[in-house]
Structure formats: C-alpha cells, structure tokens
C-alpha cells in the first residue's frame, strides 16, 4: 500500500499505527474444501489485497507448511489439511487472533 493511501485512511497516523490498523480491520476465514479425487485444500479469504502482499504471504505460508499452492482471486490455497495451525502462523506474522475464523 501507497505511503499516500495511507494517508487518506489514516489522518496523519504513523504509518506502521495505520497498517495495524487496517489489519484489525480484516476478517480471514479459513477453510477446508474437498476437490476430485478426495484431496484437500486449506483456503484463506478475506485479507485485503490493497493492504498485504498476498502473493507473499502465500509464499511464507506455503514455506512455513512445507506444501505447495497458489493465489486465486485474492484467496490463498494451499494443499492438503492446515487449518489446525494458520491460524497461529497469522497470529505470528502480526495478524489479530480476534479476525481470524476457523471454519470447519
């Protein structure tokens, strides 16, 4: 995000103030869905593209959880069954634990 749009939402706010912010803002639901052949993908919405690179997260996580996938309109996926730990690797990257749903 722009150090500009920044300041449209923020009102002279220090930036790092604002981009906390504007996290607490989000709310990432995380999922489970089933695709051909039985296997599973973890999926993760609602993070703002404007505001988070989410091409990066998704390569952190996808670090983080030794597995592979992708980003589809705005939405992580990644392979397999992770729901049981995202949500304490957002925690750790600076992500409000109240904004983040695990669905089942």
């Known amino acids: 995000m722009g ?3 920044l300041e449209s939402l923020c009102g002279g706010l220090p930036q790092e103030l604002c981009e ?3 996290r607490e803002q989000q709310l990432i639901k ?3 869905e089933k695709r051909k052949f039985g296997k599973e ?3 993760i919405e609602g993070i ?3 505001d988070v690179d989410v091409k990066k997260l998704a390569s952190q996580l996808k670090t983080k959880l030794a597995t592979g996938g992708t ?3 705005g939405k992580i996926e990644l392979q397999g069954d992770h729901r049981s730990v995202l949500k304490d690797i957002l925690i750790e990257l600076g992500f409000p634990p109240d904004n983040i749903v695990v669905l089942s």
């Open 3 to 5: 150090e500009k749009d």
């Open 48 to 50: 703002d593209e404007k």
């Open 30 to 32: 995380i999922r489970l």
């Open 20 to 22: 906390q912010l504007v």
């Open 41 to 43: 993908v973890t999926i």
């Open 71 to 73: 980003v589809k309109n």
